[in-house]
């Protein structure tokens, strides 16, 4: 079973690769093996967490929206449909950069999800 500081690593991991690639074609078989991993550890609650931290503070991401994006799109916790809902009204008046990051996470979580296509392991 994975603990929240193995979650947040692997996660700052894949995230280091996207950096390096500049790919999400090269990290999408990480993240999928990953949520993978979560699943079957029935460690979705820790990811959950993880994710709501990370979007509770979308001026300091430490994980690249893109697989904030990916996790949202495979799990779509409500907790988290509401969290960007709400931030995402704050951010417009406030917060451009974060309003953006919060909108691209917001259309994530839609079933048909126009950039799912970045990553082959969701079209499948």
């Not at 950096?19 to 993978?36: G, R, V, W, Y």
């Amino acid at each position: 079973m994975l603990n929240a500081a193995e979650i947040s690593r692997e996660l700052i991991r894949i995230g280091e690769r996207l950096t390096e690639t500049n790919s999400t074609l090269k990290i999408d078989e990480a993240l999928k093996s990953f949520s993978d991993v979560v699943r079957s550890s029935k460690c979705e609650a820790l990811l959950e967490g993880e994710i709501l931290r990370q979007v509770e503070s979308v001026q300091g991401l430490t994980v690249p929206v893109e697989i904030i994006q990916y996790v949202a799109h495979v799990f779509a916790w409500p907790s988290l449909r509401r969290a960007v809902a709400t931030l995402l009204i704050e951010a417009r008046s406030s917060d451009l950069r974060g309003a953006r990051a919060l909108e691209l996470i917001d259309e994530s979580l839609s079933e048909d999800w126009e950039d799912r296509d970045l990553f082959p392991s969701l079209c499948g």
